[in-house]
């Protein structure tokens, strides 16, 4: 079982917008503010997509953004397009004992 | 650029040991943590441990506690990760990841390898 829970899977037609959760605890998401996003497409390597709960990287477009609301933090993908049908990832830093934990992980489909 | 490049496919019967490689370049090696996380088939990602390439200090995830050994070069700017008493879970790929400067706490993934893929197989 992962240590952060998110739903196995959403869903959205091209245009339309998705939010992901991604819920922890004090000790994880709502302790710091280091939740990362990644995406994922199967074979392939993982990209950053959200850094600090809310910063984009340069070259991810501003369709991706991201939230923190005590335990819970939340990716938001808008103007859903074929290409962001992936997984993803939600990463907390959970302190000097745990370091660092991985959600399950999200199956986006995009309709 | 950031690279990080990862040594290639492994088989290993159980309780065997695996030594992986990640040679970095295109940033100062010790100024940055190095991450490893695994993915077995069909699961999602697995935070293994990081390290911190100037002191040389590792610190790992509970669950591989005893098993794992993270080691660096300075002279290679490489990245070595072993993990010992393997199972047929411990099947998967096997990235490295560059992490957050060593005086940062937290921070975030944003360069990969390309990931090693390990065959645990009797």
């Known amino acids: 079982q992962s240590a952060l829970t998110q739903p196995r899977s959403v869903s959205g037609s091209p245009g339309q917008s998705v939010t992901v959760s991604c819920t922890g605890t004090?000790?994880?998401?709502?302790?710091?503010?280091?939740v990362s996003w990644y995406q994922h497409h199967p074979g392939k390597v993982p990209k950053l997509m959200i850094f600090?709960?809310?910063k984009r990287p340069s070259g991810v477009p501003d369709r991706f953004s991201g939230s923190k609301s005590g335990n819970t933090a939340s990716l938001t993908i808008s103007g859903l397009q074929a290409e962001d049908e992936a997984d993803y990832y939600c990463c907390s830093y959970a302190g000097s004992y745990t370091f660092w934990v991985f959600g399950g992980g999200t199956k986006l489909t995009v309709l | 650029q950031v690279q990080l490049e990862q040594s290639g496919a492994e088989v290993r019967k159980p309780g065997a040991s695996v030594k992986l490689s990640c040679k970095t370049s295109?940033?100062?090696?010790?100024?940055?943590?190095i991450h490893w996380v695994r993915q077995a088939p069909g699961q999602g990602l697995e935070w293994m441990g990081m390290?911190?390439?100037?002191?040389?200090?590792?610190m790992s995830a509970q669950k591989f506690k005893g098993r794992v050994t993270m080691t660096g070069d300075t002279s290679t700017t490489t990245v070595y990760m072993e993990l010992s008493g393997l199972k047929s879970e411990d099947t998967a790929v096997y990235f490295c990841?560059?992490?957050?400067?060593?005086?940062?706490?937290?921070?975030?993934?944003?360069?990969w390898g390309q990931g090693t893929l390990v065959t645990v197989s009797s």
């Open positions: 295109g940033y100062t090696f010790t100024s940055y943590y």
């Open positions: 990841a560059r992490g957050s400067l060593i005086v940062v706490i937290g921070g975030a993934m944003p360069d």
């Open positions: 600090d709960v809310n």
């Open positions: 390290l911190n390439p100037s002191g040389g200090n590792m």
């Open positions: 004090s000790s994880d998401v709502g302790g710091y503010n280091s």
